[in-house]
Antibody, heavy 119, light 110 residues
Framework: EVQLLESGGGLVQPGESLRLSCAASGFTFSSYTMTWVRQVPGKGLEWVSSINSGSRTYYADSVKGRFTISRDNSKNTLYLQMNSLRAEDTAVYSC?????????????WGQGTPVTVSS | QTVVTQEPSFSVSPGGTVTLTCGLSSGSVSTSNYPSWYQQTPGQAPRTLIYSTNIRSSGVPDRFSGSILGNKAALTITGAQADDESDYYCLLYMASGIWVFGGGTKLTVL
């Protein structure tokens, strides 16, 4: 059974940093593109960043230059380093596993970890 | 900036058929955008319905189908049921290596 468990969320002040983790199990982690998605409660989904099996990274314009996605295949863990946080980064952050084989679609989702940026 | 458009809301009668669409503010959606569709109820993680335009995810009933209609991706629900009342999101892959979600459609079954 595929499981994705996010952690690391919390309350931080504007300008501060936070690192999110996503522990994956139930599949060959190193073989799949992994993605971070965020959602403000009551609002829509927003794609944040993805990293493919070769560790090539992609970012939404809204986070480019501030967020860094990475993966540790030895630990089956995905990360999102978030720097220079802003109030508009407040959301629930979820990790997701790709279907693979060039489908560019998300198959499994975690439940998410909340991030609040406020002074 | 690429904007993916969806109907903000839609209503369907039980047993009826509804088609939700997913378009681009500039240009047409094609299979090269690998359109996928997700269903989300409040407080729950999204559930994948359709990927790569028209492939149903495991366990998804065949009354959900995906297609390209004209210049948009489409999700059709045939024989709508009360528990189909949810938010539906499309996701498009852009050639530049980014993904963009639509704003979501709130489907009411009544």
């Amino acid at each position: 059974e595929v499981q994705l468990l996010e952690s690391g969320g919390g309350l931080v002040q504007p300008g501060e940093s936070l690192r999110l983790s996503c522990a994956a199990s139930g599949f060959t982690f190193s073989s799949y593109t992994m993605t971070w998605v965020r959602q403000v409660p009551g609002k829509g989904l927003e794609w944040v960043s993805s990293i493919n099996s070769g560790s090539r990274t992609y970012y939404a314009d809204s986070v480019k230059g501030r967020f860094t996605i990475s993966r540790d295949n030895s630990k089956n863990t995905l990360y999102l380093q978030m720097n220079s946080l802003r109030a508009e980064d407040t959301a629930v952050y979820s990790c997701a596993k790709d279907y693979g084989s060039g489908t560019y679609s998300l198959q499994y989702w975690g439940q998410g970890t909340p991030v609040t940026v406020s002074s | 900036q690429t904007v993916v458009t969806q109907e903000p809301s839609f209503s369907v009668s039980p047993g009826g058929t509804v088609t939700l669409t997913c378009g681009l503010s500039s240009g047409s959606v094609s299979t090269s955008n690998y359109p996928s569709w997700y269903q989300q109820t409040p407080g729950q993680a999204p559930r994948t319905l359709i990927y790569s335009t028209n492939i149903r995810s495991s366990g998804v009933p065949d009354r959900f189908s995906g297609s390209i209609l004209g210049n948009k991706a489409a999700l059709t629900i045939t024989g709508a049921q009360a528990d189909d009342e949810s938010d539906y999101y499309c996701l498009l892959y852009m050639a530049s290596g980014i993904w963009v979600f639509g704003g979501g459609t709130k489907l009411t079954v009544l």
